[in-house]
């Protein structure tokens, strides 16, 4: 099995209040020195068998159309994953 | 030949009742569409309600862009089909990139319902054309997510092009970019806004019947 990660932000310019709102929460939980807080969004998709080039593809299609906005958001996407090379054996 | 508009409702819409009864106010024929429709039934203009479709799951509007109503929508506007989005509905305009931009989270981090003062700027489109540029109106709106945003380049390609609908007039009840309301695409058969037009169409169950002329300016356009 592969494990896709797509990491959605807001954009560097998009005011995030949600991520000031815990920002501001923290120092009432004794917790000083945190400069600014954002908030995002994380998708893990999951594969099976390998991931295939077209299946990345799609992915990168999806991640940039569906599930980011990409007039508000930017994302990462990486693969997670420990046995991208299939050994055939059962695990 | 009466004139028939159409008003979707999505899983979790909750305004489309409104807005049918905004339709049949203005004196044209309410048809309820359904979000699963793979066809029009022939519809003149189509209203795109208010509500939380879909949950808001992933971000407003984001799921109902892809129901198989709004294949057709999509592909009507493009050939001049008037479509009005309110709230919810110009949510899933701005996620179908019928208008550009997006509605984010209100930078008060509040839920926001109140009757609001908005100005009219552009009165050419098929939905406005029955108020007077410069016109103050009170509309209500309520929302969470209504901070219009758009890169400047955008924005100042909507104001070069006259496509600002509706502004808000005093201050912004949510930090929209340049106070922005409501916009239009450059045929002005697209408009989005966040206030609620439907709920302001009689002064029994609304603040004024400021929103009515929304209903009456397309019933205009499409027997001219």
Known sequence: MTRVVVDVMPKPEILDPQGQAIAQALPTLGCAGVRSVRQGKRFELEIDGVLTAAQRTDIERIAASLLTNPVIEDFVLRIEDDDVVDTGRPR | ?224
């Open chain 2, 1 to 224: 030949m009466s004139v028939r508009v159409g008003v979707v409702t999505f899983p979790g819409s909750l305004d489309d009742r409104d807005a049918l009864r905004a339709v049949a106010a203005a004196r044209a024929e309410p048809v309820g569409l359904w979000h699963a429709d793979a066809d029009l039934h022939g519809v003149d203009a189509v209203v795109l309600p208010g509500g939380f479709s879909y949950g808001d799951y992933l971000r407003a509007g984001a799921i109902a862009r892809f129901a198989p109503v709004m294949r057709l929508v999509i592909e009507q506007a493009a050939a001049g089909l008037p479509v009005l989005g309110i709230c919810n509905g110009f949510q899933v305009l701005c996620e179908a990139h019928l208008l550009p931009g997006a509605l984010a989270r209100n930078d008060h981090q509040r839920f926001r319902c109140q009757d609001q003062q908005l100005i009219m700027e552009r009165t050419s489109t098929d939905w406005t054309q029955g108020y007077q540029p410069g016109q103050v109106v009170v509309i209500p709106l309520k929302h969470g997510e209504g901070r219009y945003v758009a890169d400047s380049p955008t924005l100042d390609e909507l104001e070069a092009e006259g496509r600002v609908v509706v502004r808000y007039f005093g201050q912004s009840p949510n930090g929209a970019a340049r106070g922005i309301a409501g916009i239009s695409n450059p045929a002005g058969n697209v408009v989005g806004l966040m206030p609620h037009p439907e709920h302001a169409i009689d002064p029994l169950t609304g603040p004024s019947a400021d929103g009515l002329p929304f209903f009456t300016s397309v019933l205009q356009r499409l027997v001219a």
